[in-house]
């Protein structure tokens, strides 16, 4: 059992050709149980997502600049959150835009009483096992949601916000 990350990218649809948005789902999984695997699987099948969009993948990697949104999903296990490597993960999903979406395990068992730290700083949602609240996270950047595997509400993480401000610009 360890982290596992899915990422939902679509790809940006051009005036030139009017195709389709493309998507692909890419399941990042480190030392988690074929049985896991699976699940997100189906999780990402029931959300709406092909499965021959859904590939599985060791990193998250860079993002694919011809992605108008990509999302990251991690589960939120007990392994997961105990993984050295998991802040540098979901730093890493950041960069080029991406958004890290916490899942919560399907078995309530196997879920530490909260998440980690790391999740709290980098995490845009963290949500249930659930397909339709993993379809509105997904389609909506504005919808942000934190919940406890119960569903109940967790409270909005502090965000650490840099300001864009020239401070020799300002009037004296």
């Known amino acids: 059992m360890g982290a596992v990350f899915l990422s939902v990218r679509k790809s940006r649809t051009t005036l030139r050709t009017m195709e389709a ?3 692909r789902v890419k399941i990042l999984s480190q030392a988690l149980s074929a049985d896991e695997i699976e699940k997100l699987k ?3 099948a029931k959300a709406g997502f092909q499965p021959k969009e859904i590939e599985v993948s ?3 990697g860079e993002p694919d600049p011809g992605c108008d949104d990509e999302i990251v999903l991690v589960l939120t296990s007990s392994s997961v959150c105990a993984d050295p490597n998991l802040e540098a993960e979901l730093a890493a999903a950041q960069r080029g835009g991406r958004r890290a979406v916490c899942v919560w395990p399907e078995d309530a068992d196997d879920a530490p009483a909260e ?10 949602s963290i949500i249930r096992f659930d397909a339709e609240r993993l ?3 997904a389609a909506d950047d504005d919808e942000l949601c934190f919940e406890a595997p119960t569903g109940e509400p967790l409270p ?10 020239d401070e020799k610009a300002k009037p004296a």
């Open 21 to 23: 948005p493309m998507r």
């Open 58 to 60: 060791a990193l998250v």
């Open 135 to 137: 379809r509105v996270v």
């Open 156 to 165: 909005t993480p502090e965000t650490e916000r840099n300001l864009c401000v």
């Open 115 to 124: 998440p980690s730290e790391a999740m709290k700083k980098y995490a845009y």
């Open 42 to 44: 189906a999780l990402a």
